[in-house]
């Protein structure tokens, strides 16, 4: 398939701390700190591009206090950036508390700042031209204001049949915002990429696989990413595919999902099946787990 990704999504900085041992309230914990880009929807497009999209676009809000560092780790990641500087809300951040225990578990802290303010005035039709794919950031969700951008875009899209894929990306979010209100933002969407907590939480269901399977009545596709349990393909209310996790020693776990769904995405681009392009999602995932941050590999490195 030829064509472009776009991506809407969220653009933030990402303060991760690193503690090798459980946190002390009220004093020290000794941590290794970095300052990195990220943001859910940054990430799948930069993933996207190290996976082998040629032309990987992204449309996000940033505040003036780091766009033109944004614009650069966006760039040299291969992706085309179309960002939006807001004049009163700095960048949004993200702290990043990731244990040292062999699951390298992270905790949020969020302040979504400009990423979330990105609105219907920020989009235009003319962003589609010459896209194959849109990929929606899940956050876009979890404010009114992206909420409306979410419907525009969608409808855009769906008036020139190109193909929807989306990301809850929060389960904590997604339990504020409510599953049945989440499903019904989300109709008229070809792919659903949850984690498998959130494929629980939209469907009520214990089993992640009876969860993706119920969830593919409603969505064309469904793809649960399990982390080390790998990934699970549904469609037409059943599991087409179980996907095992490609091996890995995690040191940050932070934006392997994006990973998945960056790579899974550029797979099918290239005319990949579902199946085949969740196997590149595993891999992808593998490859973020072992790094600190939720990007790729510099090209340099």
């Not at 599953?179 to 008229?188: I, P, V, W």
């Amino acid at each position: 398939m030829s064509g472009a990704l776009l991506v809407v999504g969220d653009i933030v900085t990402d303060v991760v701390a690193r503690h090798t041992g459980p946190l002390a309230p009220g004093t020290d914990t000794a941590a290794a700190i970095r300052t990195l880009p990220g943001g859910a929807g940054a990430n799948v497009a930069c993933w996207a591009a190290h996976w082998g999209c040629p032309d990987v676009r992204l449309l996000g809000r940033v505040g003036a206090d780091a766009a033109a560092w944004h614009e650069r780790q966006l760039t040299g990641a291969g992706v085309r950036p179309r960002l939006v500087v807001d004049a009163e809300a700095a960048t949004g951040t993200v702290i990043c508390l990731v244990d040292g225990s062999a699951a390298a578990e992270r905790t949020f802290l969020t302040d979504s700042g400009a990423s979330l303010r990105l609105g219907p005035s920020d989009w235009s039709d003319g962003l589609l031209d010459g896209v194959a794919r849109l990929h929606l950031s899940g956050y876009l969700l979890f404010s009114e204001r992206s909420r409306a951008l979410v419907g525009v875009a969608l409808a855009g899209a769906r008036a020139r049949g190109v193909a929807v894929s989306l990301d809850p990306a929060s389960a904590g979010f997604l339990t504020e915002l409510g599953a049945s209100r989440f499903l019904a933002l989300a109709e008229g969407v070809d792919v659903l990429l949850p984690s498998r907590d959130e494929a629980c939480l939209l469907t009520g269901l214990p089993d992640p696989a009876d969860a993706a399977a119920k969830l593919s009545r409603q969505v064309p596709l469904v793809v649960a990413k399990q982390g080390a349990h790998g990934a699970l393909v549904a469609a037409e209310g059943r599991v087409l595919a179980r996907v095992p996790a490609a091996p890995a020693v995690p040191r940050d776990t932070t934006g392997a999902g994006d990973a998945f769904t960056g790579a899974f995405l550029a797979a099918l681009l290239a005319g990949a099946a579902p199946e085949e392009a969740a196997v590149e999602g595993c891999r992808a995932g593998a490859l973020a787990v072992e790094g600190v941050g939720g990007r790729p590999p510099s090209r340099a490195g």
